[in-house]
Antibody
Framework: EVQILETGGGLVKPGGSLRLSCATS????????MNWVRQAPGKGLEWVAQ??????????YYAESLEGRVTISRDDSKSSVYLQVSSLRAEDTAIYYC???????WGQGTLVTVSS | DVVMTQTPPSLSVAIGQSVSISCKSS???????????LHWLLQSPGRSPKRLIY???NLGSGVPDRFSGTGSQKDFTLKISRVEAEDLGVYYC?????????FGAGTKLELK
């Protein structure tokens, strides 16, 4: 059974930083590209970042609106992917989902709230 | 960025009815490998999204064959035959051909 668990969300002040983690099991993590997707309250889905697998030299891609403030990384030995987000703003408030390439599998999400 | 335009924004349906949702992209979604990376997702109320269809017309694992996807280039359709209560929620189309990957704004399927 595929399991994806995001952690690391919470309440953070504007200008602060967070590191989100995504632990996976039940599929061959090394074969998959991994994405972070976010959803602001009551809004639609917004792709944030992707990291490819070893075969693609772990290439990374970012949404332009977040570029420079986010870093995606992965640890294949732990079947995990991470998202470092800095200089957080109120508009970054959202549920952050971890998803595999082509959005085959999703976690339950972790809520990030940016507020003073 | 590739803009994904979904219509209608909402649909009110009776159980057993068939419905279609349209998704049009601002650019062709055919990748250099000849494949089209257009997918359909369903987000049921209070749940994470779930992929229904990948690469235009391929049914995801465990997805009932009441769901079908068609289309090419820039024009795609999701059809749901014989809607069931569990089908209610917001449907999104998504493209992974181009970066940034983008989603449609969603189509909310509600009970009549």
């Amino acid at each position: 059974e595929v399991q994806i668990l995001e952690t690391g969300g919470g309440l953070v002040k504007p200008g602060g930083s967070l590191r989100l983690s995504c632990a996976t099991s039940g599929f061959n993590f090394n074969d998959y590209f991994m994405n972070w997707v976010r959803q602001a309250p009551g809004k639609g889905l917004e792709w944030v970042a992707q990291i490819r697998n070893k075969n693609y030299n772990y290439a990374t891609y970012y949404a332009e609106s977040l570029e420079g403030r986010v870093t995606i990384s992965r640890d294949d030995s732990k079947s995990s992917v991470y998202l470092q987000v800095s200089s957080l703003r109120a508009e970054d408030t959202a549920i952050y989902y971890c998803s595999t390439g082509w959005f085959a599998y999703w976690g339950q999400g972790t809520l990030v709230t940016v507020s003073s | 960025d590739v803009v994904m335009t979904q219509t209608p924004p909402s649909l009110s349906v009776a159980i057993g009815q068939s419905v279609s949702i349209s998704c049009k992209s601002s650019q062709s979604l055919v990748y250099s490998d000849g494949k089209t990376y257009l997918h359909w997702l369903l987000q049921s109320p209070g749940r994470s999204p779930k992929r229904l269809i990948y690469q235009v017309s391929n049914l995801g694992s465990g997805v009932p064959d009441r769901f079908s996807g068609t289309g090419s280039q820039k024009d795609f359709t999701l059809k749901i035959s014989r809607v069931e209560a569990e089908d209610l929620g917001v449907y999104y189309c998504a493209q992974t051909t181009h970066f940034p990957n983008t989603f449609g704004a969603g189509t909310k399927l509600e009970l009549k």
